[in-house]
């Protein structure tokens, strides 16, 4: 069991808080929009529970380099608009106009900082001890007397705002990562068997090791496998030798490592046996036997979702995570779209995570018919393959160092 405090353990009042959130969301490649808010909204109930505090929040959209990289100014909109109070945005992170607004705040209001992965110190991989010396946290500690964890989506993240602020000061749980643990350790303890999960999405690098560890503890029965994290294992399974002589050098070990994981456990991986391509402009299916070319696969195919369909409707623990299609593209998010709606039907236990499969579902006006619709993707499949998350293992050191100060 997880042993950490929560924000019933400590008084808040006029106190000046950290809190640090995962409102990291899907933006529109064009326009920047936010496409889905189920994060942004996620982080309401630790608000209401905040409302003498000062509110400083601290968050992250996407990583240095990616399209969708960007300020929190869009993001402070919408927590305005679900969070009954003063919500204020300031284009800084430590610098002395955030200082100033730090400094400004009244009982009651929120600030929200910019973007922490456009600080240096943020992407920084270090133990919280190494983290707790940087000038980020060295710098904001002194306006804080407590902080208060409510990102479950990046637990499996060990940056700076996220583990080292129990260095210096105490760390409490917020209610989204109560929420979020007490649900998922359903699946954790005993899920009801057979364990089916379904992959997708894109982080390739991220979904092996996770595939890899609950296999070989068999805390999964079988694998339903779709998304990018298909390519890796038709590959590995042999297909396009030639087109695997072109990859990167990265991918080639993505796909090596795919190909270890299916020679040892082939039984438990199902591997798409159709895919949807487009053809100018238009979707059209062939056998996976067929493919010659990974890049334009934007779809698992009909054939495809019916042989899914059966392990979901079978299973009595479903966990979802990452879109098996390139959804947003017109006529290629019919096989998420379906198989999320066969869990909806579904009698086992159900879980869906992550931010693009969460949205989808809300979207579709199912996600109440889950068991359990969790912020998290990584860090929910990281939790349930058994790992140590860095947030919550920093949770728990801060109880054992500051107890229940303030
Ligand atoms: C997520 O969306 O999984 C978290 O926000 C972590 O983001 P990252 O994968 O860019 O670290």
């Known amino acids: 069991m997880f042993d950490f405090l929560t924000l019933d353990d400590v008084d808040v009042k006029e106190k000046t808080v950290f809190l640090r959130v995962d409102i990291n969301s899907p933006l529109d490649p064009a326009s920047k929009r936010i496409l889905d808010d189920s994060r942004i909204k996620a982080t309401e109930a630790t608000l209401k529970d905040l409302k003498e505090a000062k509110t400083v929040i601290g968050a992250h959209q996407s990583r240095p380099g990616k399209y969708d990289f960007t300020n929190l100014e869009a993001h402070t909109r919408v927590i305005q608009m679900y969070h009954n109070g003063k ?69 499996h993240r060990g940056s700076a705002s996220l583990t080292a602020f129990g260095e210096v000061m105490p760390m409490v749980a917020g209610k989204l990562m109560e929420k979020e643990l007490s649900a998922l350790n359903k699946v954790i303890y005993n899920p009801p068997r057979p364990t089916v999960y ?12 996770v595939i890899n560890r609950v296999l070989k503890d068999k805390i999964a029965d079988h ?7 298909r390519d890796s294992f038709h590959m590995a399974s042999g297909a396009m030798p030639d087109r695997f002589a072109m990859l990167k050098e990265e991918d080639k070990k993505l796909v090596n490592e795919a190909g270890a994981i299916l020679k040892k456990y082939k039984k438990n991986i199902e591997l798409p046996i159709d ?42 623990t479903v966990v979802a995570e990452g879109p098996l299609g390139m959804f947003e593209r017109r006529g290629f998010d019919v096989g998420t779209k379906e198989l999320l709606r066969v869990m909806s039907e ?7 995570g992550g931010g693009h ?3 989808l579902a809300s979207m579709l006006g199912i996600d109440d018919k889950m068991k359990h619709v969790s912020t998290g993707g990584g860090a929910m499949l990281s939790l349930l393959a058994g790992e140590e998350l860095p947030v919550i293992e920093a949770m728990a050191k801060a109880k054992k160092k500051w107890g229940k100060t303030p």
């Not at 979702?305 to 979901?312: C, G, L, P, R, T």
């Not at 579904?346 to 869906?352: D, E, L, M």
Request: one cysteine or more.
């Open 223 to 229: 694998i339903l496998i779709g998304g990018l994290i």
């Open 198 to 209: 379904l992959l997708g999405g894109a982080k390739v690098d991220d979904r092996l090791p």
């Open 87 to 155: 919500v204020k945005f300031v284009e800084d992170i430590d610098g002395q106009k955030a200082q100033n607004a730090i400094k400004a705040l009244k009982p009651g209001e929120v600030l929200v900082l910019n973007n922490l992965r456009m600080h240096k110190d943020e992407n920084l991989d270090a133990p919280p001890e190494k983290l707790a010396e940087t000038g980020l946290v060295k710098t904001l500690a002194p306006f804080f007397d407590l902080c208060v964890n409510d990102a479950f989506a990046a637990a």
């Open 275 to 316: 895919v949807a391509l487009d053809t100018k402009g238009g979707r059209i299916e062939v056998l996976t036997s067929q493919i010659t070319d990974e890049t334009n696969i934007y779809d698992i195919g009909l054939n495809t979702v019916a042989k899914f369909s059966k392990f979901i409707r079978e299973a009595g």
């Open 357 to 359: 499969m969460g949205g």
């Open 346 to 352: 579904a009698n086992g236990y159900t879980v869906v």
